[in-house]
C-alpha cells in the first residue's frame, strides 16, 4: 500500500484588495459567513476561524469565535459556534467596507469580468459546496478509494468527506461516484437536525509525525509482521489509536463486490486523512481486513526515514 491519494493541502496568500467591483443588489439570501468566504478566495486569503472561548451554562452557552482574513482579525460572540461566526464575519465585512469605502455585502470580485457561476440546483456537488460555505465548514474532500471491474464496465467508490462526517458514492465513473457521495452527504447533513457541532471535531495527528512517536503499540508495530493468522486487526487498531491519539471510523458500503464480498472503509482521522478499504465474506472479517489495510498504511508512514 502507498501513501498515494490520502495527502491534501489547503494553501492561501496575501490579501488582494485591488479588484472589487460591486454591483446591486445580487447577494439575497446570503450570509456574512459566505460573502466573506467568496471575498476570501477570490482576494487568495480564506477566512480562518478560531474558537477564542465557550462559556456558560449547558442550557445557555455562549460561544467567542475570531476570524483571520488577511490584515484584518474580528471577533463575534453567540449562543452558538454558527451564531457567534457569523458575527465574526459580518464585523470583518464591516472593517472591510470601511477600508474599501464600498459595500461588500453585494460585492463581485472578479479577475476576467466574468461573474461566478451559479450553484446549479441539479449538481449534488455544488450543492453541497455551497451547503459547506454558508456554513462556514472546510470544502467537501473527495477521494477515489477504489475501482473494479473490468475495463469495460469499471465501478468506482468515491469517499466525500465533511469535516468530521464521511459518505460513499458508486457509479460506472468518477464523476458519477462523486455525485453520489456528494448527494448522500447533503442528505445526511440536512438529517441532522441543526448540524450539532459535536460532530464537527476529531483529534488528529499528522501522518509525518508518526516516524517520530514513541510508545508500546507504535514500537510493536514497526518490529512486527502483519501475517499473523486469525489477529483481531481492529482490536490492534483501536489500542494503536488510542495510544496516539486519533480515531478509527468504520463505513460499511452497501454494494458487495463482484465476488459477492461485504466491503468497508476505514477511516482515520489523521492529517490529511486515510482512508483504507477491506473486504471479507462477513461484514466483520470486513472491518478487520480494513483494519489491517490501516495498520499496513500507518507501519509504512511511521517506518518511512526522513528524506
Not at 97 to 125: C, I, R
Not at 240 to 261: A, M, R, W
Request: one cysteine or more; a neutral charge; glycine letters at 8%.
Amino acid at each position: 500500500m502507498t501513501e498515494d491519494g490520502f495527502a491534501r493541502a489547503v494553501l492561501t496568500s496575501g490579501l488582494v484588495e485591488s479588484s472589487l467591483m460591486v454591483q446591486q443588489p445580487v447577494t439575497q439570501g446570503k450570509t456574512p459567513i459566505q460573502i466573506l468566504h467568496e471575498y476570501g478566495i477570490k482576494t487568495g486569503t480564506v477566512p480562518a476561524y478560531t474558537m477564542e472561548k465557550a462559556e456558560g451554562e449547558a442550557h445557555q452557552p455562549n460561544f467567542v469565535f475570531n476570524v483571520a482574513v488577511g490584515h484584518i482579525s474580528c471577533t463575534g460572540q453567540g449562543p452558538t459556534k454558527k451564531a457567534a461566526k457569523h458575527q465574526a464575519a459580518e464585523a470583518a465585512l464591516k472593517v472591510l467596507q470601511t477600508e474599501s469605502g464600498k459595500s461588500l455585502h453585494t460585492v463581485k470580485v472578479e479577475d476576467d469580468g466574468v461573474s461566478p457561476e451559479p450553484v446549479e440546483q441539479s449538481n449534488p456537488v455544488g450543492i453541497l459546496q455551497e451547503l459547506a460555505l454558508q456554513n462556514g465548514w472546510r470544502r467537501p474532500e473527495y477521494s477515489v478509494c477504489m475501482e473494479v471491474g473490468p475495463p469495460h464496465q469499471r465501478e468506482f467508490t468515491v469517499t466525500c468527506r465533511v469535516e468530521s462526517l464521511l459518505e460513499t458514492g458508486n457509479g460506472s465513473s468518477k464523476k458519477m461516484a462523486k455525485r453520489t457521495a456528494a448527494e448522500k452527504m447533503t442528505a445526511k447533513l440536512h438529517s441532522l437536525s441543526g448540524y450539532p457541532d459535536m460532530l464537527w471535531a476529531k483529534p488528529r495527528i499528522r501522518l509525518d509525525c508518526l516516524r517520530s512517536c514513541t510508545g508500546e503499540k507504535i514500537s510493536m508495530l514497526r518490529r512486527n509482521p502483519l501475517s499473523i493468522p486469525n489477529t483481531d486487526y481492529v482490536q490492534m487498531m483501536l489500542e494503536l489509536s488510542q495510544e496516539q491519539g486519533f480515531e478509527v471510523t468504520y463505513f460499511d458500503i452497501e454494494e458487495l463486490t463482484v465476488s459477492g464480498q461485504y466491503q468497508c472503509l476505514a477511516e482515520l482521522s489523521t492529517s490529511p486523512v486515510a482512508v483504507c478499504h477491506g473486504t471479507g465474506i462477513t461484514c466483520s472479517n470486513a472491518h478487520n481486513d480494513a483494519a489491517h489495510s490501516a495498520l499496513q498504511y500507518v507501519k509504512i508512514m511511521a517506518s518511512k526515514k526522513s528524506s
